[in-house]
């Protein structure tokens, strides 16, 4: 068996690896709520790829952007926001009820090759667009 | 516990049934307000049913195609998929995304379902999604029909028709399926997001839904609750978007091989 073939066969397992992380990652997170018992609410985004940077976008509705923090820490991206008031829905489910939403709470894996030279962040209404460069 | 039926249709492992006898006058409409992008036709629906106080005649089930959900409202269950009705409106209400393996079925049982209980119009209320969401002020709102009759609904609103493109989900099967069976569906698309819920987008539908139905639906509370019905959606959408990435929604984007 040569390099070439070598080569191909773990391009392929490494395929293989990425997408049944994804359908792990797709099936847990079924699983798993977007709030929590300590009173954090978990977000809606999305990431885009561009051919000279990343960028993410985040919904974050009722919030009080001028508590928001964007941090990185290696290739975690950190958002955390306070909600304008809290919340309670008292009439939802068990633990549920019990809960003051209070804070909106975000770790989002990046891509290896970011490039933190280049970040930025803006704001338009409710969604965060967080800009982040990409080493080419 | 069972639901009392009062009538009962499956159609391929579709169960819709109706728990009370109604009388809905004509011209009849059923609203479909299924998710989709940006939950336009689901946050639609729901205002409607709660701002008129729709009454809930029946629902929608599938022990086959859907996930075992049982919804309690009041400490009642209640199916994933229910039917309110008021006059001669009556409104399709899901509150569980589509899996994707239950949208022929479920497109195909909707489509029989209001055929064989002789709805007049099937209006399908839901979003198209554009990459520039963000940046639009206010999203605008396209028409398509299956038939003449069905266009008339909007002749006089001076609305830009959906000329060319793909429609990808439950709301492309029920047009076809409308088209071969003479039905008359009305398809409203407002521009939005696909990952993101849109009140401003979902308001924007019910203004002109009103106007096609003659009744008033006042969108002043639905966008006074904006952030606070897209807080409550968060998960529904974030199974939407899966269902939608599943169905091949990304076609959406791609332009038609013989557009003209």
């Known amino acids: 068996m040569g390099f070439d073939e070598l080569a191909r066969i773990r391009r392929r397992l490494r ?9 792990f990652d797709e099936s847990w997170s079924e699983l798993r709520p977007m709030w929590d018992v300590d009173g954090t609410l978990e977000p809606l985004y999305s990431l885009y790829e561009y051919s000279d940077k990343y960028v993410v976008v985040v919904d974050l509705p009722g919030a009080d952007l001028s508590t928001l923090s964007v941090d990185v820490k290696g290739r975690r991206l950190v958002i955390r926001c306070r909600l304008k008031e809290e919340l309670s829905f008292i009439k939802w489910g068990t633990i549920q009820r019990e809960i003051r939403f209070r804070e909106y ?6 891509p290896e090759n970011i490039d933190l030279s280049k970040f ?9 667009v967080i800009i982040i460069g990409k080493r080419i | 516990m069972s639901y009392p039926h009062y009538y009962e249709e499956v159609f391929d492992g579709i169960i819709i049934f109706e728990s009370k006898a109604i009388d809905i006058p004509k011209p009849s409409f059923l609203i479909l307000g ?8 689901s946050i639609s629906a729901s205002h409607m049913v709660r701002t008129l106080k729709m009454e ?11 996930p075992p959900v049982a919804v309690i409202h009041d400490g009642k269950p209640h199916a994933p998929i229910r039917l309110f009705y008021k006059d001669n409106v009556a409104v399709v209400v899901p509150e569980i995304a589509v899996p994707p393996q239950a949208i022929y079925p479920l497109s195909m049982a909707l489509v029989e379902y209001a055929q064989k209980r002789g709805f007049d119009y099937v209006v399908s209320i839901t979003g198209a999604p554009v990459p520039n969401r963000m940046n639009l002020e206010k999203p605008r709102l396209y028409w398509l029909a299956s038939s003449d009759k069905a266009a008339k609904l909007v002749q006089e609103l001076k609305l830009e028709e959906f000329k060319e493109g793909l429609l990808v989900g439950p709301y492309a099967i029920i047009l076809k399926e409308s088209v071969k069976r003479r039905l008359n569906n009305l398809l409203l698309l407002a521009e939005t997001y696909m990952e993101f819920p849109d009140p401003e987008a979902a308001a924007i539908v019910l203004e002109t839904l009103s106007k096609v139905l003659g009744i008033q639906v006042d969108v002043k509370k639905l966008l006074e609750e904006a952030e606070l019905i897209k807080i409550k959606t968060r998960e529904l959408m974030r199974h939407t978007t899966q269902s939608l990435a599943k169905m091949g929604k990304g076609y959406e984007y791609q332009m038609p091989l013989l557009y003209a």
């Open chain 1, 15 to 23: 395929e293989l690896l990425g997408e049944y992380e994804t359908v």
């Open chain 1, 105 to 110: 709470v975000k770790v989002i894996e990046l």
């Open chain 1, 120 to 128: 930025d962040v803006e704001r338009k209404d409710s969604l965060v």
């Open chain 2, 34 to 41: 299924l998710p989709d992008a940006g939950l336009v036709g």
């Open chain 2, 56 to 66: 809930e005649y029946g629902g929608i089930e599938s022990y086959r195609f859907f």
